[in-house]
């Protein structure tokens, strides 16, 4: 099993950064795919980022390619979301979660954190 905790939201403007981190409970972290995922009020929990258990392939939605990076520091077991150019539409609580596999679907994660906010103001 492994716990996940996010931290690094908050409040900032358009066009702004973030970086989130999501730290792991457990001496397995470095086995599990990570993903990063939002969701905004009235709306279901969509896909962000994910990162293989080594680091070495990442994916990102449409949405976010070019202005968000996600990496692992498997030795501080420790997941990142860099966020820049953030936009208002960005705005949601941000989950981090761990599975087997980098994928974009929800059902293939069966740990997650509890969320942290992220509001861009325009």
């Known amino acids: 099993q492994v716990q996940l905790g996010e931290s690094g939201g908050g409040l900032v403007q358009a066009g702004g950064s973030l970086r989130l981190s999501c730290a792991a409970s457990?001496?397995?972290?470095?086995?599990?795919?990570m993903g990063w995922f939002h969701q905004a009020p009235g709306k279901e929990r969509e896909f962000v980022a994910a990162?293989?258990?080594?680091?070495?392939?990442?994916y990102y939605a449409d949405s976010v390619k070019g202005r968000f990076t996600i990496s692992r520091d498997n030795a501080k077991n420790t997941l990142y979301l860099e966020m820049n150019n953030l936009k208002p539409e960005d705005t949601a609580v941000y989950y981090c979660?761990?599975?087997?596999?980098?994928?974009?679907?929800?059902?293939?994660?069966?740990?997650w954190g509890q969320g942290t906010q992220v509001t861009v103001s325009s």
């Open positions: 979660a761990a599975g087997r596999f980098a994928t974009r679907t929800t059902q293939a994660y069966g740990y």
């Open positions: 457990g001496r397995t972290f470095s086995s599990y795919a």
């Open positions: 990162i293989s258990a080594s680091g070495g392939s990442t």
